[in-house]
């Protein structure tokens, strides 16, 4: 089992006690340690091999090693999630993507599920659907993380936008331009409370 799976549930854990007890500066610390381990999680899934596409409950249990997984209809987002989850518990690097059918637009709706959220994007499908490159993936991914950060509402108080943005970390674990956001609202944050 590579460490960052033991880094990244400890992170996680410790972010929603911190958050509780508003200790800022802590809670931007473990928000550090957090990405730290999801970037070692995204380095070790880029295993040079292609996007694998799941598209069944048997194609999700024959998966058993690194890399970038497509989750594609008929199953759904929620399915992502389980199987995002399924592969930290066993230990597997994987970066996981939930595409939902093209729309009339012709556009590839990506959509994840976060904590109590779903968010959602529409990118251009790949150019040869049945066969998405890694690129197109990690393109994907990184719209969606932009889109979160676009939806935040910026006149919202400061714990009211980190709050939106640690709900929808667990949706877009990849976007680490996310991560230094939240953790400049810490900074923020401890500078008001003292």
Sequence with gaps: MDPWFKSEADAATLIGDVRASENWTLLGKHLATLC???????????NG????ILKSNEDIEAAHENGRFLIEPP???RDAALFD?????KGI???VACREPKTKLGLCPIVALGSGVTTRVQVEEPKNPLKPTCAWFD?????????VIEQMNKEAKNV?????????????PT????????????ETLASESV
Excluded: P, W
């Design 93 to 95: 690097s994987a970066v």
């Design 139 to 147: 393109h994907a991914l990184e719209e969606l993380g932009d889109h």
């Design 160 to 172: 009211r936008q980190l709050d939106y943005l640690l709900a929808h970390l667990s949706a877009t």
């Design 175 to 186: 976007h680490f331009t996310m991560y230094g956001v939240a953790i400049g609202l810490c």
């Design 75 to 77: 199953l759904v987002a």
């Design 49 to 52: 091999a292609r996007v694998q």
């Design 36 to 46: 730290s381990a999801r970037e070692q999680r995204v380095r070790a899934s880029h």
């Design 85 to 89: 989850n399924s592969m930290k518990l």
